[in-house]
């Protein structure tokens, strides 16, 4: 499958990101190669294979306990404090 310059520039678009005409160019190459090798990969029989997950390292799912917390609502909140102080996430070009 062939991976364009435009259709790297839609996707740099969409994660925000400026990129020169030499790393378009060079990205349409590489995600072209990454595509052909898994539509390579997608050819091999694999009906033998069982499916795995967490098999191949016998990782256990971490998981926290729940524990009951004193919180704030909202209603009540708006009360006792003015402002909240939150973490910037919106940057400016």
Not at 23 to 31: G, N, P, V
Not at 43 to 70: H, M, W
């Amino acid at each position: 499958m062939k991976i364009t310059e435009t259709d790297v520039e839609h996707v740099a678009a969409l994660a925000n990101l400026e990129l020169s005409a030499d790393e378009k160019k060079d990205l349409s190459a590489q995600l072209t190669r990454i595509l052909d090798y898994v539509e390579q990969l997608s050819q091999l029989d694999l009906s033998g294979v069982p499916p795995t997950s967490q098999i191949a390292t016998n990782a256990k799912p971490i998981v926290r306990e729940d524990r009951v917390a004193l919180r704030t609502g909202s209603s009540e909140a708006g009360k006792t404090v003015r402002f909240f102080k939150v973490p910037k996430v919106i940057t400016e070009r």
